[in-house]
């Protein structure tokens, strides 16, 4: 198993990206630490772990307060030791579809200021606890509007990039002590797509999202969290400052 004996932290565990990683890791051996703003959703993810035989622990935890990210940390390391990966995988609601000219300016900010002081403060105090151990991963979350100019992603596409840039900035200062840091930018993932939120009817939209990309299919869960684990395994060992492209080759680097 790729995990085997690694200690895995995933912010976020109760949403679609975070709950499918945080089931890979502990499929690959890992101790997991979930957590989320409301605890239904996470206990949910654990009892599916437990009873496919994996461990996994629940806690509250809000990712963009400081103390609580603090204190979740400082109990994992008592608990556990320095954990060997961390996932911020938290949900966002951004306001998109409206022209940059017609939107507000707390609408525009909002994604950046929830979205990348959150991926801070989870990587920050992850860092601290993995730098003093002399190793560790580091993975954040990002999506295709990253790089592309595309209309009506608001400060979406801002916040995008602001995290890769975030994760290249970390992945320097860190790299010396052992720690690696990984960015994962998948494009709109095909179970992710929820009927109230689209342009247009759900089968056009998926065909049009299918459409743009090379081979001609939408990224799954399964394809984010089994990259997830291999950027976590010692298999990635050489792998750090990289944005890994999961977008289906809807953008090309």
Known sequence: MLLSGKVAV?????????????????????????????STSVQDVQREIVAKGGTAHVARVDASNESEVENHLAEVAGRAGAPDVVLNAIGIQPVQGVPLLELSLADFVA?????????????????RHMVQRGSGAILTLSASPATLAVAGTGGF?????????????????????????????????GETIDAPDLPMPEAEFRAFLEGVTLLKRLPSL???????????????????GSVVNLTCGMSVD
């Open 10 to 38: 995933v912010f976020g565990a109760g949403g679609a990206v975070g709950g499918a990683v945080a089931r890979h890791f502990a499929e690959e051996g890992a101790t997991v630490f979930l957590s989320g703003r409301t």
């Open 111 to 127: 994604p950046i200021t929830a979205w990348v002081s959150s991926q801070f403060l989870t990587s920050r105090i992850a860092g």
């Open 157 to 189: 596409g801002v916040a995008c990039a602001s995290v890769e840039a975030l994760s290249r900035t970390l992945a320097a200062e860190l790299g010396p002590a052992g720690v690696r840091v990984a960015c994962l930018r998948p494009h709109r993932i």
């Open 222 to 240: 399964n394809d984010v969290a089994r990259t997830a684990a291999f950027l976590a395994s010692d298999g990635a060992a050489a792998i750090s």
